[in-house]
């Protein structure tokens, strides 16, 4: 299928996938960290959340709330913060109920994503972060096919310590080969546990298989996230209170090797 050129990406000077070989690994936690992590270096961040079937983005951001609004260019992206750093398109801003479900087959899906890129007033951005559903579904070969005209850098491969999705994730490399997307690199996440009474770090699912992965596929790892139960109480603070929290330095270190891939 020939790539589609939405004229709405011409001002993104960078474009990463974020996925992931199975569900459940963190990949939308990882999603939202790195773009604040990246607006908090004065960076211009776009999300666009494509698990159509489970969007997380809106709430992880504080945005449950909030609706899509149409103008003459197009929809306009939701804006999570004063400064309009950070904008964000999922199709839970469509949703009458947050708990209502999407049941569509392939081509609508296919659709929906189409528009999301070309109907979508992006504007001026230095990142557009994409989080993907999980595996290698409708949905992640649409994203790559229209993207690929614009040359993304490449995809951040989501994984947790755990033999099984260890095994999925290895499917994902596979899968971003075949596809010819480059790989930017591997988080390991939920790679302990941190204390909120004593802030000791503990592995609960063990620790280092992303890394000794990374190293069998000549993989650049990017870092392990440990679990902070802390950052699920800032809610709709999130934006705010990210840079005080204890994760903002580990998505320092990983956001500085993202930023020194693409720039290469």
Same mark, same amino acid.
């Given at each position: 299928m020939a790539s589609v050129q939405p004229p709405q990406l011409d001002k993104v000077k960078h474009i990463i996938l974020v996925m992931s070989g199975k569900g459940g690994v963190g990949k939308s936690s990882v999603t939202t960290q790195l773009a604040l992590s990246l607006i908090a270096r004065g960076r211009t961040v776009g999300v666009l959340d494509i698990d159509l079937c489970g969007p997380s983005i809106p709430r992880m951001l504080g945005l449950e709330n909030k609706s899509i609004h149409q103008s003459s260019g197009g929809w306009v992206p939701v804006f999570a913060d004063d400064k309009r750093q950070l904008c964000c398109m999922s199709i839970g801003f469509m949703?009458?109920?947050k708990d209502d479900s999407v049941v569509w087959r392939g081509p609508k899906k296919t659709a929906m994503i189409r528009q999301f890129l070309t109907d979508t007033c992006w504007g001026e951005l230095d990142y557009l972060i994409v989080d993907t559903p999980p595996g290698t579904s409708d949905e992640n070969i649409s994203i790559v096919e229209h993207v690929k005209a614009y040359n993304p850098d490449g995809v951040v491969l989501v994984t947790t310590p755990q033999a099984v999705a260890l095994?999925? %994730?290895r499917k994902q490399v596979s899968?971003?080969?075949q596809v010819g997307i480059p790989?930017?690199?591997? %988080?390991?996440n939920m790679s302990g546990f941190i204390c909120p009474h004593c802030s000791e770090c503990n592995n609960l699912f063990s620790s280092g298989g992303g890394e000794a992965m990374s190293e069998e596929f000549g993989l650049n790892f990017l870092g392990r996230v440990p679990i902070d139960p802390?950052?699920?109480s800032m809610d709709t603070e999130l934006i705010r209170q990210f840079p005080s929290s204890s994760l903002f330095p580990v998505f320092e270190k990983i956001t500085d090797r993202v930023e020194e891939t693409v720039s290469k």
């Open positions: 949703l009458e109920n095994s999925d %994730v899968f971003c080969r790989i930017v690199g591997l %988080v390991e802390t950052l699920t």
